[in-house]
């Protein structure tokens, strides 16, 4: 069943669906480069920039970044890690003895110092998607109930958003903290405000994440979208346009009334 109304929940994602934070990952990731590996290879990071981000689509979570820019300094084929993501990833933490707790919490502590000792420079790396803050701001003068939930840490959202004079509810922002799958956190949300799944809507960019909600048995009428600004890949989008149960949505429609979200 498909509400084609509009949602009185509307979850969000945040980084490739709220805010492009491509530039601040790359550099954020150099930094936390620089603290795990002290090898010839420091001078001429800035150099994989744009395979970074071209690549950025494979990771789920932020520790997996540097182990990425690790993969490229150590010339893996682009294709390879493209297809093969998971696997080489395993292979460099396995051999150069990594753990993923402290590579994450390296790159924590290099955002944290960032934004403490130079923030302006720190935000100033990201980019709103255009149109998306005035459409929140808009859905939060009417009874739209928003939500953001996202793998990185709630804090630095929070000062993302208030940089941006959004007054967004700081309650509504689950952030890597939680310490759960997202569908957890969507079926937390429909707990706490008594809502059936129809009424609620979530757009995320990454399909894995919007496939694991899709096989939730309580949570297949929850109405899904794609963001296809965000990180993902036109074989992404050609999947989304295969699949009734979930909607390719693009930055124009976004920013458009509710009923057009939802092709028929
Ligand atoms: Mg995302």
Not at 96 to 123: A, C, F, P, S
Request: hydrophobic share 40%.
């Amino acid at each position: 069943m498909v509400n084609y109304s509009s949602p009185k929940i509307l979850a969000l994602d945040f980084d490739g669906v709220i805010c492009n934070g491509l530039k601040e990952y790359f550099q954020t990731t150099i930094r936390t480069y620089q603290k795990i590996w002290s090898d010839s290879s420091q001078d001429t990071l800035q150099n994989w920039a744009n395979s970074f981000y071209q690549l950025r689509p494979v990771i789920e979570t932020g520790w997996e970044m540097p182990i990425l820019l690790r993969a490229l300094v150590l010339e893996y084929e682009q294709a390879n890690i493209e297809s093969n993501w998971h696997n080489v990833c395993v292979e460099i933490v396995e051999k150069e003895n990594l753990n993923k707790q402290q590579v994450m919490n390296e790159l924590d502590g290099v955002r944290d110092h960032w934004i403490k000792t130079d923030l302006e420079t720190w935000l100033s790396l990201h980019e709103f998607y255009p149109g998306v803050l005035e459409k929140l701001g808009k859905l939060l003068d009417f009874s739209t109930i928003l939500y953001i939930i996202t793998t990185k840490e709630g804090r630095f959202v929070k000062q993302l958003l208030k940089q941006q004079n959004l007054s967004f509810p700081e309650a509504n922002i689950f952030g890597k903290e939680v310490k759960q799958p997202k569908y957890e956190t969507l079926r937390q949300i429909l707990k706490s405000n008594q809502e059936i799944p129809n009424n609620l809507w979530f757009i995320e960019d990454l399909l894995k994440t919007l496939n694991k909600v899709k096989s939730q048995e309580d949570l297949t009428e929850v109405n899904l979208f794609l963001a296809d600004w965000g990180y993902n890949t036109v074989k992404s989008h050609e999947l989304v346009k295969q699949d009734s149960a979930i909607n390719l949505l693009s930055l124009d429609t976004f920013s458009q009334d509710f009923s057009q979200w939802i092709k028929c």
